[in-house]
């Protein structure tokens, strides 16, 4: 009987661990043949299997291919590509069904799994309904095959197909040295783009900056970037290139919530009433402006993959998260792919003599970047579930709880939520001005230090 697999590494949309302690080659292996036998289960018959460019990608997908095979599933090998690539070998080889062996924009130490079984990203449920079926011992037996594929030329030339830039540009791409480095040079070229490339070698030690492009502190190399060179807009990619981020030529960063605007008043252009999903921590400024360009707004939870089982729902063209994922279902897939919307975004932009004035135009506020608090294992939830019963904020209009807290303002919100794949809670404010976000954050610090005195506070 194997060991029980360790429990935390199973996360709401995906599995994460720390390499050769908490996800080892054998657990690898182990979860392998649970998700060959739950593909079994759906009537599936193959898997496709990337990986981004970690140093442990290699075995760790040698064993997760092995496990699937223990199944009597096929799998078939795509490579080191990004997140997306992965996504879309799903779509192009007809299998319907893929994992990615990708740490995403963790530290070097650590790899994980993006699972989509039969169209569906693996979250919550299903991905605990794998540990409990390992555990248990509810596994298939046969004797799938192995395969390869080269799908990298294929998803190459269907964004081509797709995207069409109004005029040349020049652009800086910042790959943080994560995967997406082996294919964006390339995408963006033959876009009809010239390129300033930044840490475009793909190496897992990420020497040069962390690939998180929602943090500002990784968008600096950028930003200098575009001050020392005439290239008029500057793209940054995460280490497994599913999410985007955007800097201006003068240095601004555009968040994804921004983005949205620019993606939502295009897609509605051609999808005139189309719902556009964003999740709790978008900004309050995106509601009106999908109405007045005739969309419908929906707020939902964070989460890459609860956001896309919501976009399949509902059948909505467009939805994005203000940590960068972007989800086009309008032209594309409806998968989070950092390096489509980067292409999209330089169509729209390609229209207009001057991106930096488009981008600028669009409607901002005072705010904060996302905030954590770090707590143990656990705690997050407790204290939100807690403050979501008997926390009282003065002057709230609303209070909106479909994850964590999220309380409006007449000129302001404030957003405390668990976040679903480390022990921190995530804050974020916003206001229409510099005293209104100061009040804002005090209500929010009375109601931490009342719930728990001592509690370090990043605001």
């Not at 575009?226 to 955007?246: C, K, P, Q, S, Y």
Request: aromatic share 6%; net charge negative.
């Amino acid at each position: 009987m194997n060991a029980l697999l360790p429990t935390e590494i199973f996360k709401a949309y995906d599995i994460r661990g720390i390499v050769g302690k908490t996800l080892t080659v054998d657990i690898v292996r182990q979860i392998g043949h649970g998700l060959g036998s739950l593909a079994v289960e759906r009537g599936q018959q193959a898997i496709a299997v990337g990986r981004d460019g970690r140093l442990s990608g290699p075995e760790l997908s040698a064993a997760l291919m092995e496990g699937i095979r223990l199944a009597g599933i096929d799998t078939i090998d795509v490579g080191c590509v990004p997140t997306p690539t992965v996504y879309f070998a799903a779509h192009e080889l007809g299998c319907q069904s893929c994992v990615a062996v990708t740490g995403s924009h963790n530290p070097p130490d650590y790899n994980g799994l993006k699972m989509v079984i039969g169209g569906e990203t693996l979250a919550g449920a299903a991905i605990q309904g794998i540990r409990q079926r390992v555990d248990g011992g509810a596994l298939h037996h046969g004797a799938g095959q192995g395969s390869s594929a080269d799908v990298r030329s294929a998803y190459l030339r269907r964004i081509t197909a797709d995207v069409t830039l109004a005029r040349p540009m020049k652009i800086v791409i910042d790959c943080g040295n994560g995967v997406a480095g082996g294919i964006a040079p390339e995408l963006f070229r033959s876009l009809g783009c010239e390129l300033v490339e930044l840490f475009c070698e793909v190496d897992g030690t990420f020497p040069n900056h962390h690939p998180d492009p929602s943090k500002p502190e990784n968008l600096q190399d950028l930003i200098r970037a575009l001050r020392t060179t005439d290239a008029e807009i500057g793209l940054a990619f995460d280490g497994d290139g599913d999410r985007l981020g955007v800097v201006t030529k003068d240095g601004e960063i555009i968040y994804p919530d921004r983005q949205l605007m620019l993606f939502a008043a295009d897609v509605l252009r051609r999808c005139p009433g189309g719902q556009i999903i964003y999740d709790v921590k978008c900004t309050r400024r995106l509601a009106p402006w999908i109405r007045e360009h005739g969309g419908e707004p929906l707020m939902w939870k964070t989460g890459h993959a609860l956001v896309k089982a919501k976009l399949k729902e509902t059948g909505a063209p467009l939805a994005g998260e203000m940590s960068g994922h972007v989800f086009f279902k309008e032209r594309w897939y409806g998968f989070d792919d950092g390096l489509y919307a980067g292409a999209r975004l330089l169509e729209i932009l390609s229209r207009a003599d001057d991106a930096n004035a488009i981008l600028k135009a669009l409607p901002d506020s005072s705010s904060t970047p996302e905030l954590n608090i770090g707590m143990q294992e656990g705690e997050p939830f407790a204290l939100i579930d807690e403050l979501q019963r008997h926390a009282h904020f003065e002057g709230a209009r609303e209070i909106i709880t479909i994850d964590g807290l999220r309380v409006e303002y007449a000129d302001g919100f404030g957003l405390a939520r668990p976040s679903n794949t480390t022990p921190v809670v995530v804050l974020r404010f916003e206001a229409d001005n510099a005293a209104a976000l100061e009040r804002i954050q005090a209500d929010f610090r009375r109601v931490f230090v009342t719930a728990r005195p001592g509690l370090a506070l990043p605001f």
